[in-house]
T-cell receptor, first 111, second 113 residues
């Protein structure tokens, strides 16, 4: 059974810092890995999707990497802003659109 | 751009009552999903559907039922509400399997007292 772990559970940084969120998974036979953002009281917004054959994906200030062999992914956020404050969720797709989620990292960016 | 719409947004039920959580999407997606999210936890898959008339169980299906009579709608039914079903329920949809991200609704917050 796939298990997904996110470390740290919570993170507080001053505005402008570059930061890294970590995601690890136990079963490397994946279709893809996805990073989502969740704002309080809202649903999830897809940030980046990395196919199993890819090593990384970039969108603006966000860069996600994938190392299947070690069962790890990182989400890099450059020049963090207060508007980046949210919970970030990592999810792994093992069976073609059946996602297993990590517990999330709650990020606070202080002005 | 409505996307995925869930109703109601909030609901309080008594133990043993039943209710249906509604989900509709206007993106012509074949795949639809129901998740639950408990406080401080990630999402867990309850049921999913790969098209009208086809549904299958996810990780935590006990106590729930679904149907998919149209491409747009995917209601989730709780027959005998129990306190353990207190959670936030999210509906999602996607166009293809494994290639496109899932699109989520804003959730239904359900309390069973």
């Amino acid at each position: 059974k796939q298990e997904v772990t996110q470390i740290p559970a919570a993170l507080s940084v001053p505005e402008g810092e570059n930061l890294v969120l970590n995601c690890s998974f136990t079963d490397s036979a994946i279709y893809n890995l996805q990073w989502f953002r969740q704002d309080p009281g809202k649903g999830l917004t897809s940030l980046l999707l990395i196919q199993s054959s890819q090593r990384e994906q970039t969108s603006g200030r966000l860069n996600a990497s994938l190392d299947k062999s070690s069962g790890r992914s990182t989400l890099y956020i450059a020049a963090s802003q207060p508007g980046d404050s949210a919970t970030y969720l990592c999810a792994v797709d093992n069976a073609g659109n059946m996602l297993t989620f990590g517990g999330g990292t709650r990020l606070m960016v202080k002005p | 751009n409505a996307g995925v719409t869930q109703t109601p947004k909030f609901r309080i039920l008594k133990i043993g009552q039943s209710m249906t959580l509604q989900c509709t999407q206007d993106m012509n997606h074949n795949y639809m999903y129901w998740y639950r999210q408990d406080p401080g936890m990630g999402l867990k898959l309850i049921y999913y559907s790969v098209g009208a008339g086809i549904t299958d169980k996810g990780e935590v299906p006990n106590g729930y039922n679904v149907s998919r009579s149209t491409t747009e709608d995917f209601p989730l039914r709780l027959e005998l509400a129990a306190p353990s079903q207190t959670s936030v329920y999210f509906c999602a949809s996607s166009y293809s399997a494994g290639l496109q991200p899932q699109h989520f609704g804003d959730g239904t917050r359900l309390s069973i007292l």
